[in-house]
């Protein structure tokens, strides 16, 4: 059984910055590729970042590209997305997901994502 537990959302006002962070439990989180998603109020749950197990590759939405960074610490079982340059539409609960396989790349879908943590909350205000 796996637990993520992210952290580090908030209100920020447009053009700030925010660090989430998700921490993980478990001997094997550092065999498997982790993701961001977020959910906008009234919008269905959308892939925001990806990084290998390896941390040596990394993929994101469109949307965020030079925006956000994400990473991992696999000595501390922790993955990061660093949000920089903020806007309102990045208003959402984010979510952080672990790979359903191990030695795993980057995957976009949900369904290739076997644990999820409980969100975190950011707002971005104009």
């Known amino acids: 059984q796996v637990q993520l537990v992210e952290s580090g959302g908030g209100l920020v006002q447009a053009g700030g910055s925010l660090r989430l962070s998700c921490a993980a439990s478990?001997?094997?989180?550092?065999?498997?590729?982790m993701g961001w998603f977020r959910q906008a109020p009234g919008k269905e749950r959308e892939f925001v970042a990806a990084?290998?197990?390896?941390?040596?590759?990394?993929f994101y939405v469109d949307s965020v590209k030079g925006r956000f960074t994400i990473s991992r610490d696999n000595a501390k079982n922790t993955v990061y997305l660093q949000m920089n340059s903020l806007k309102p539409e990045d208003t959402a609960v984010y979510y952080c997901?672990?790979?359903?396989?191990?030695?795993?790349?980057?995957?976009?879908?949900?369904?290739?994502?076997?644990?999820w943590g409980q969100g975190t909350q950011v707002t971005v205000s104009s």
């Open positions: 990084i290998t197990w390896t941390g040596g590759s990394t």
């Open positions: 997901a672990k790979a359903r396989v191990p030695y795993s790349g980057i995957y976009y879908p949900e369904s290739l994502y076997d644990y």
């Open positions: 478990g001997r094997t989180f550092s065999l498997y590729g």
